[in-house]
């Protein structure tokens, strides 16, 4: 894929895929809630590279606006979904 359709750049509509292979758990969203635009959350976003894996690579959101995301869903497995990223980042809870 080379690109995003138009309505998914605009956040009309949405792509939400899940990989589960025995070693990875990957999904895709591509409608999320952050003081970004679609555009500008790609260019901020970090490039993650499974090492040991042929051609494993994405983009996936920074820290800060993943938290903000789940933040703004405001569903509760997230909250408990952000300490816990939290916790691994080592950044305790706020």
Do not use: C
């Not at 995003?4 to 509509?13: H, R, S, Y």
């Amino acid at each position: 894929m080379s690109s995003f359709p138009e309505e998914v750049i605009n956040q009309q509509k949405n792509i939400s895929v899940k990989f589960t292979p025995a070693d990875l758990d990957l999904e895709l969203i591509t409608k999320f809630e952050i003081s970004k635009s679609f555009d500008e959350a790609h260019h901020s976003s970090d490039e993650v590279v499974i090492t040991g894996h042929y051609l494993r690579k994405w983009r996936v959101l920074n820290f800060d606006d993943l938290l903000e995301s789940k933040k703004r869903a405001a569903r509760p497995k997230y909250f408990l979904g952000i300490e816990q990223l939290k916790r691994n980042r080592g950044l305790g809870s706020n």
